[in-house]
Structure formats: C-alpha cells, structure tokens
C-alpha cells in the first residue's frame, strides 16, 4: 500500500510547490503563494520535502494559521523555521509574518524588532504585494507602538503603490494619525513641498479655532495651493462632513450661567471667555443671549422660552444639580453643553454633551505620559476626601488598563502625618528593621542606611501648591529623591516664583496652554482686560472660550469621535457618553521656574 501511495505523494508535492511558487528574482529566492491545501496537509508535505521546498510549505502553513487567526499554531510553525537558512525573499516574508503575529498579540515592539532584519534591504526588489504587506506591518506596528508620526510617514510612502479600496483606506489612516498629532509636531515634522508636510498642514487647519465657514475657507485656499496632492484630489471624510457643517452656521446660542450665589465668580469667568472668543471671531451673524441660572426656577419653561426665541444650542448651565436634571432626560428640545459633569448617570440624552476641568482627565494624562516613558510600576500620593478618591479611581482605571501596576496609595491629610506615610509608602520602616535584626543577631554595633523600597518607577501626585512643596523634600529626606513623579496641575499657581518652588525642581506635571503659551492672541488680550486671568483663574476663562470654540464643531464632534480641536484648555475631543475630554500639555520646575516639555508622540 505504502509503495503504491508514494507517487502519488510525489505528484501532490509537485503541485503543492507550484502552488506555492510566486515571483522569483534573482538571487532572492522564491516567495509561498497561496496554495488550496489546508496548514496541516503543507506541513505534512513538507517533512517529505527538500530543505527549500520544506521552507516555502511552512511559510505557506504559517500565513494560513495566521490568517485564520490560529496564533498558536502560527507560532509552533514559524519555530519550526531556522531564519539564518532562508534565501532573502524567504526571510522577508517570515519576518513579516513574525510581525504581524507580534501585533496580533499586541506586541509592537516585537513585532518593530522583527522588521528590522537586514533582508529588508532587499525589499524594493520583491513584488509590490510583498513590499506593501511589509510596510504596512511597519506603519501598524508603530502605531501600536504610540509612534503616529512615523506611522504616517510610513503610509504615506507606500500610498503610491496602493490601488482600490486598500488606497482609500491607507488614505483615511493617514489622516486619522496626523489629526491626532500633537500641534507641536505639525509644524516641525515633514519636509517642505513633500507630502507629508501636506497632511500635517491641512491637519493645522481643521483643528484651529475659527468657525467651520472660515475653516472651509481655508481648505479651499490650501486645495488651490496644492492640487496634486492626495488629500487635495480627495479630502477625507472628516473635512467632507465640516463643509456639510458649514452650510448650517449657528446663528443663536443662549449662555445660561450663575451671576449670584458661590458660582458667581466661576460663571463671570465663563462668560468673559467665551464672550472674548466670540469678539475675536469676527462672527457678526451669531447672537448670543445671556442667562442667569441661579434665577433659574423651570427648566422646561426656560427651554420652551428658547425654542420660540430661535436658540440652536444652550451652552450650560454650570451647576451640577441642573446638569443631573438634564441627564435624567430621555431626550433635550434643543443641543445642550453643559459646562460640568454628572457624576451620576452613565447615559445621558444624545442632545446633551458634557465639558469641563475635570481632575480625572488630569488622571489619564499623566497615566497615559508616564506609560509612554516607561514607567510601570507606581504609588500614589492623593489628598484625603471626595476628590482625590476620584482622581486616584480614575489614574487606578486607566494605569492597570495599560498594564501599569499601583504598588501602593497615601491618603495626604495633616502635615504632621506626612513623614510617617511616605516612610510607609516607601516601606522604610522594614529596612530600618533588618538592621535592628542583623544588629541584634551580630550583637554588635551595624552602621545601616534605611532604604527605601526598589520596586517603583514613579509617584502619581495630586496635591495642592503648599502640599507639594512639603511632599517634594519629605520624599528626599526619606531616601527618594531619585524618584520620577507626575503630577496633575493643582500643584501649580499659574505663575512662577522661584524663592518658593525650588522644592518643586523636577516634578513633572501636565497644563492648559492658556498657562503654558504666553503668545495666545486671545490670552493676552483677555489678561490686559481681566489681570486674574493669567494666574489659576484663568483656567476657567479658557474654559469659556473653548465653549465658544466647541459650540460650532459639536455635530463634527459627534459624527466623527476621531476629530479634535487645538483649545486653551488642551487638545479636545468626544469620548463616549458625549463628554468633551482634554489631552494636555506637559512642563516640569527646574530651578524653580516653569519648562514646557515636547510630546513625546512621534
């Protein structure tokens, strides 16, 4: 039986590797087609295969494991494959296949590190679909990699030799990374003229603060300037909803604020920004109505006074009592945003969106740049109460979603307490015992510095300014002045005084732009008219103004999450529920004055 069967095996084999076959160059070798058989029936063949025919079976193998999502067995057949024996086109294809296995399991370094074998030297020789398959596992795997700048460049480079539904998708991916950049690497990336340097500058202009007419406008110019550019000949879908938006300009917007009570200094502050903003514009055709909310008896007469009076969006009110009443809303009769949070209900009316300072967004901010530079394992230093129980609850969230671990927290409450927990949050006390024990052991004499635990990276402070200048040198004291900490921005007053935040060098924290940019036009101007405005309050005029900037771009916000807007209270975007979030610049006290730090984006 066994040697009736052998040709046939012969003859399947024969048709397996023409099946496998695909291009060949000289010198490079030939790469796996596609083959009919199953994963098992090619590794079957290949054991009775000569070494290079064995090789091109088990590539095949693999990339149908892969393709079926079968990692492991994807894994066990690329084990199988001695890399160093390959022909470069074989080595090509099996590090991308190692690749984009790597990414499949999340792994973008990995799967980084595969992509740089020296056969990728070799790469333009091979067939455009291999050349593309490859670059594109780079452009993803440096994105999983939190490396957008350089996925774009990569995209971008490979656009040409994309056709189809596969360059319309390349096209949108390019624009998704560049929109999500970092406004500082709009203008400092690309080179003049290329494409690149095309996508960053239209990036620029869809996320300023003027109007959608006035953005549109721009567009347009920049399509007139660049005709040949990809994104020029085809804009992608974002910027094509933004001039639908612009056909419906907002004419009517009622601002509901507080102009008495304990609110009422907070509202005054709302309002001259998003009233200054509005002068800045140049908008002459919206009209904005002013309310006062603490007045406010019926929610629903002061709704139905504003339909009959052509109101298209409320922006407020402020008071969380009253954004609770709208939240528990199966719907609104006109677009609402809010200027606060409820804290309550998860599901809101989809007429409702939410902004605010919120200290969590801080929370995730810093979670979000210390994992980007390296750290994972940290401790957490937090006022007592409410308060730093939400901003420990959401860095804790979005710090172990990451794969960060929170070694151990410290309530911070009376000044006298303080030595005593950061003694126990370093764990000072167990090495002061050691050495009691060896001492008591040796009896004799042991001259033993106290040393803190080994096993943190970093410390997650939220404090205030008086708080964080005590914590700072009791943390240096107890042997951990080396230790990296992050900070939210309630550490900082708004402005710099060396004589007294010395103690603060080197504590990193993240900060609106309105505190961060001296240069802002609107700031400046809204300082030389409010001078309060350029210490912590005015956190809450920039606040006003990017309510201003938001109000237009709400249904951009809504219909396209991806999108965001350069604001002075941070970069802004739409997150699920309808809640504007805010990623923030970062700066760090050496010698006691303020630094902006670069993104670390790339």
Same mark, same amino acid.
């Given at each position: 039986?066994?040697?009736?069967?052998?040709?046939?095996?012969?003859?399947?084999?024969?048709?397996?590797?023409?099946?496998? #076959?695909?291009?060949?160059?000289?010198?490079?070798?030939?790469?796996?087609?596609?083959?009919?058989?199953?994963?098992?029936?090619?590794?079957?063949?290949?054991?009775?295969?000569?070494?290079?025919?064995?090789?091109?079976?088990?590539?095949?193998?693999?990339?149908?494991?892969?393709?079926?999502?079968?990692?492991?067995?994807?894994?066990?057949?690329?084990?199988?494959?001695?890399?160093?024996?390959?022909?470069?086109?074989?080595?090509?294809?099996?590090?991308?296949?190692?690749?984009?296995?790597?990414?499949?399991?999340?792994?973008?370094?990995?799967?980084?590190?595969?992509?740089?074998?020296?056969?990728?030297?070799?790469?333009?020789?091979?067939?455009?679909?291999?050349?593309?398959?490859?670059?594109?596992?780079?452009?993803?795997?440096?994105?999983?990699?939190?490396?957008?700048?350089?996925?774009?460049?990569?995209?971008?480079?490979?656009?040409?030799?994309?056709?189809?539904?596969?360059?319309?998708?390349?096209?949108?991916?390019?624009?998704?990374?560049?929109?999500?950049?970092?406004?500082?690497?709009?203008?400092?990336?690309?080179?003049?003229?290329?494409?690149?340097?095309?996508?960053?500058?239209?990036?620029?202009?869809?996320?300023?603060?003027?109007?959608?007419?006035?953005?549109?406008?721009?567009?347009?110019?920049?399509?007139?300037?660049?005709?040949?550019?990809?994104?020029?000949?085809?804009?992608?879908?974002?910027?094509?909803?933004?001039?639908?938006?612009?056909?419906?300009?907002?004419?009517?917007?009622?601002?509901?604020?507080?102009?008495?009570?304990?609110?009422?200094?907070?509202?005054?502050?709302?309002?001259?920004?998003?009233?200054?903003?509005?002068?800045?514009?140049?908008?002459?055709?919206?009209?904005?109505?002013?309310?006062?909310?603490?007045?406010?008896?019926?929610?629903?007469?002061?709704?139905?006074?504003?339909?009959?009076?052509?109101?298209?969006?409320?922006?407020?009110?402020?008071?969380?009592?009253?954004?609770?009443?709208?939240?528990?809303?199966?719907?609104?009769?006109?677009?609402?945003?809010?200027?606060?949070?409820?804290?309550?209900?998860?599901?809101?009316?989809?007429?409702?969106?939410?902004?605010?300072?919120?200290?969590?967004?801080?929370?995730?901010?810093?979670?979000?740049?210390?994992?980007?530079?390296?750290?994972?394992?940290?401790?957490?230093?937090?006022?007592?109460?409410?308060?730093?129980?939400?901003?420990?609850?959401?860095?804790?969230?979005?710090?172990?979603?990451?794969?960060?671990?929170?070694?151990?927290?410290?309530?911070?409450?009376?000044?006298?307490?303080?030595?005593?927990?950061?003694?126990?949050?370093?764990?000072?006390?167990?090495?002061?015992?050691?050495?009691?024990?060896?001492?008591?052991?040796?009896?004799?004499?042991?001259?033993?510095?106290?040393?803190?635990?080994?096993?943190?990276?970093?410390?997650?402070?939220?404090?205030?300014?008086?708080?964080?200048?005590?914590?700072?040198?009791?943390?240096?004291?107890?042997? #951990?002045?080396?230790?990296?900490?992050?900070?939210?921005?309630?550490?900082?007053?708004?402005?710099?005084?060396?004589?007294?935040?010395?103690?603060?060098?080197?504590?990193?924290?993240?900060?609106?732009?309105?505190?961060?940019?001296?240069?802002?036009?609107?700031?400046?101007?809204?300082?030389?008219?409010?001078?309060?405005?350029?210490?912590?309050?005015?956190?809450?005029?920039?606040?006003?103004?990017?309510?201003?900037?938001?109000?237009?771009?709400?249904?951009?916000?809504?219909?396209?999450?991806?999108?965001?807007?350069?604001?002075?209270?941070?970069?802004?975007?739409?997150?699920?529920?309808?809640?504007?979030?805010?990623?923030?610049?970062?700066?760090?006290?050496?010698?006691?004055?303020?630094?902006?730090?670069?993104?670390?984006?790339?």
């Amino acid at each position: 039986m066994i040697a009736r069967l052998r040709p046939l095996s012969v003859l399947c084999l024969a048709g397996l590797l023409s099946a496998c #076959a695909g291009q060949q160059t000289s010198g490079l070798g030939e790469l796996p087609g596609k083959p009919q058989a199953s994963a098992e029936q090619l590794l079957l063949q290949a054991q009775q295969g000569k070494p290079e025919q064995a090789a091109l079976l088990r590539l095949s193998a693999a990339d149908q494991a892969l393709s079926q999502r079968n990692l492991a067995q994807a894994q066990q057949i690329l084990d199988l494959i001695r890399l160093d024996e390959l022909l470069p086109a074989q080595q090509i294809f099996a590090s991308t296949l190692t690749a984009e296995l790597a990414l499949a399991r999340n792994k973008p370094k990995a799967a980084l590190h595969a992509l740089q074998h020296p056969s990728f030297a070799r790469l333009g020789e091979l067939p455009v679909g291999q050349q593309v398959r490859s670059q594109l596992a780079r452009a993803n795997a440096l994105q999983a990699d939190q490396q957008p700048l350089a996925a774009a460049r990569e995209r971008v480079f490979i656009a040409p030799l994309l056709e189809g539904q596969a360059s319309a998708n390349n096209h949108e991916a390019i624009w998704t990374l560049v929109a999500g950049l970092p406004s500082s690497q709009l203008s400092s990336a690309g080179t003049p003229g290329d494409d690149l340097a095309g996508w960053l500058e239209l990036s620029r202009l869809a996320r300023g603060s003027a109007t959608p007419a006035q953005q549109v406008a721009s567009i347009a110019e920049w399509q007139a300037r660049n005709p040949q550019h990809p994104a020029a000949r085809q804009l992608p879908q974002s910027l094509v909803k933004l001039q639908e938006i612009a056909t419906r300009p907002l004419t009517r917007i009622a601002l509901l604020l507080p102009e008495q009570g304990q609110l009422a200094s907070v509202g005054k502050a709302l309002r001259d920004g998003f009233v200054a903003a509005h002068y800045q514009s140049g908008d002459s055709a919206l009209n904005i109505s002013l309310h006062d909310s603490s007045k406010l008896t019926d929610l629903d007469a002061f709704y139905r006074q504003a339909q009959a009076d052509g109101v298209q969006l409320v922006v407020g009110p402020l008071e969380k009592p009253l954004v609770s009443q709208l939240s528990q809303r199966q719907q609104l009769p006109i677009p609402t945003l809010a200027l606060n949070y409820n804290e309550g209900r998860a599901e809101a009316p989809a007429q409702l969106f939410q902004f605010g300072l919120a200290a969590e967004d801080e929370a995730r901010e810093v979670a979000q740049r210390a994992w980007e530079d390296g750290m994972r394992r940290a401790v957490a230093l937090v006022p007592s109460g409410e308060w730093g129980n939400r901003v420990l609850a959401a860095f804790r969230k979005d710090w172990e979603a990451r794969g960060g671990t929170l070694i151990a927290t410290e309530h911070v409450d009376q000044p006298v307490r303080l030595a005593q927990q950061i003694a126990d949050l370093l764990k000072l006390r167990d090495s002061e015992a050691r050495a009691k024990r060896l001492q008591s052991a040796l009896g004799s004499a042991v001259e033993a510095q106290p040393a803190r635990r080994q096993d943190i990276d970093f410390v997650f402070l939220a404090a205030t300014p008086a708080q964080a200048r005590q914590i700072k040198p009791t943390l240096a004291f107890q042997y #951990a002045g080396d230790l990296p900490i992050y900070a939210t921005s309630h550490l900082f007053t708004g402005s710099s005084d060396p004589s007294q935040d010395l103690d603060l060098d080197g504590i990193r924290f993240c900060e609106t732009p309105w505190l961060l940019d001296s240069s802002d036009p609107l700031r400046n101007q809204v300082i030389g008219e409010w001078p309060a405005a350029g210490g912590s309050l005015g956190r809450l005029y920039a606040m006003g103004a990017d309510a201003y900037r938001l109000a237009p771009r709400l249904s951009q916000l809504q219909a396209l999450p991806s999108t965001r807007l350069d604001g002075l209270t941070g970069s802004l975007s739409l997150a699920p529920g309808q809640r504007i979030v805010r990623r923030l610049p970062w700066a760090e006290y050496r010698n006691g004055q303020v630094q902006r730090l670069e993104s670390t984006a790339q």
